[in-house]
């Protein structure tokens, strides 16, 4: 164990400064780590109103951030609890790519946006590599610190993966950055689902707007196949399978360089691996990242050099009314039901929903109707400029339910004693004996 | 699960078998021996398992619950941490953590209906309390890896996944957590120690298929040997013992 003792991590440890927001769980503000001189964000987690102790999805993130010790993945420094309240302690990021994105003074050169996507796959294939999926991909829950340096945040949606034949629900990720496969429904994936959000992603720093603006699921999947073409089952042979799957009308693929008019070639031949529709064929991390795109030149910018926004001019400049281009889509707006009726159901929602992201709140009304939902707010408040995306964190709620899947006990426990003697004891010593 | 154990927080946590079988002070004071201790886990493993079936919860969630009440004990005394409420609590927090959640109250009604004894009796605020300090015991390190899932791909290599073999192994496995191997030994060798107890009473001969894999022998034989001494020992339910220590944790210090 390396860390402290636990009974020195006190709340004075820390130096409250002014407050960076409201989230999902409880207040999110700044301070300053008296022992190390270092500014952070303290997330005080509320208990829930239903009396079911530690935030569950608060619980995940911290499970997961202990594990994941990354330089491209957010640090989770220290937690404590304080009157009753759990508090976590992470670095303190000064914004996001989101708002790099978005912010119309800041020029990305070819060089500046293969140094973003490195960091951002960089982070990704650590967690892969850890059997991680990070479920929730976008650009305003990468966070960028004082350095530049790029860091996954938010993984209150995340998840180990790898055992086979575990289910999982499909209503991951904000609709734009959501792998086709989950569109059509299916409940066993991988770690495909954060390569095709990566992938978003890398278009958006290419494009300056959201590359795949859905407004629904039907319409996001109708999105999707205007730019790639409507996928042949010699593409992806599985498609039919999916639960979801209904049969789109077959458009042609237009060129891809004329959706991407000033990327390289390398560029472009990267996103089309990133954007292969049959996830086994889809690239890994790990091979986009050996890409030859990251080899050839502009070499990626160092990240202290990258543009970012300027803090100071950022608040002030804002003016909510013109409003930037890039907002997130609506989210989902019904707990998760099996199947089915997930369209018309969506597609009652998504209005309601719009309106509110035409609001300028942080509020990510998902439940819909459940106005207990908190506040949503992710890590983007880190960053100290407005929020404006409605959030998924307050549909979580209703994934725990998806999520309880098998609860039965799988084989119950056994009392062997009365099966396993002296007999087998002296049998297993006399095999030794014999070695 | 399938995250990479070699580079996780369990097996940096692993610890030497005189690291685990410590007794605190505080319990000392009130005359409390090592063989009680183990004896009180050993019950609370039960206890856990015996609520788990009511709730119906996973095996794994069971045995990551059994994981943090025993790490709980490795830097906590039973006399400030009762474990009649820490076993229920890890169970609860282990369900959240592996993502089958139970409900507070269900787990205190079931509490309530397996005892009548006062002593077990929690109520919802009690557990939700012992969650923030369970959860600072363990530093908050949440993963745990179990051999379950070793355990059937070593079945399938050995070819050996026949349906008396898996259940014999498995239970075997579900056992061990009436131990403290999973704080001392990496999972895959305590399923290799359960695969070789159960191939010898099974009179299955699968030596060469052991001198195949890289691993020390040594320490698979150590632990199948911890294993049949565990059930030497425990052959018959010690009621009363168990009674006996708790009444000494009672003692006012």
Redesign the interface.
Known sequence: MTEMDPSKKVADRYLKREVLGEGTYGVVYKAIDTKTGQTVAIKKIRLGKQKEGINFTALREIKLLKELKDPNIIELIDAFPHKGNLHLVFEFMETDLEAVIRDRNIFLSPADIKSYIQMTLKGLAFCHKKWVLHRDMKPNNLLIGPNGQLKLADFGLARIFGSPDRKFTHQVFARWYRAPELLFGTKQYGSGVDVWAAACIFAELLLRRPFLQGTSDIDQLGKIFAAFGTPTSSQWPDMVYLPDYVEYQYVPAPPLRSLFPMASDDALDLLSKMFTYDPKVRISVQQALEHRYFSSAPPPTDPPKLPRPNPKSRVSDYNPQEGPTVLSPPRKSRRVMPDRDRFEGNSDQAEKVDDRVGERQAVGDIAGKNEQVPMSIDFSIFGSKPLSRPTINSFRMSLVLACRNRLSMDQASKGLSHHLGLSSRSIVQTFFLNK | ????FW???HCK?LLDPEQVDVVHQQDKDKGITLEEFKLIKTHMANYI?KL??HV?????V?ATAVTYMRRVYTRKSMTEYDPRLVAPTCL?LAS??E???V???LLVFYIKKLYSDEKYRYE??D??EM???I???L?????VFHP??TLSQLLQDAGMSDINMT??S???V??TYKMDLILIHPPYLIALACI??AS??KEKDI?SWFEELRVD?NVV?NI??EI??F??S??MIADERINTAFSKLALKP
């Open positions: 699960m399938a995250a990479n580079t996780s927080s946590q398992l788990a079936q119906k919860v996973r095996q794994r069971v609860y959240k953590a993502e089958s959640t409900q507070a109250r919802i605020k557990i939700l969650e923030m300090k959860l600072e015991a530093n908050y390190y949440l993963v379950y899932r259940q014999l498995w239970g075997l579900n056992d070789y107890i010898v009473h030596t022998m034989k199948s040997m049949l001494d059930y030497e425990n052959k």
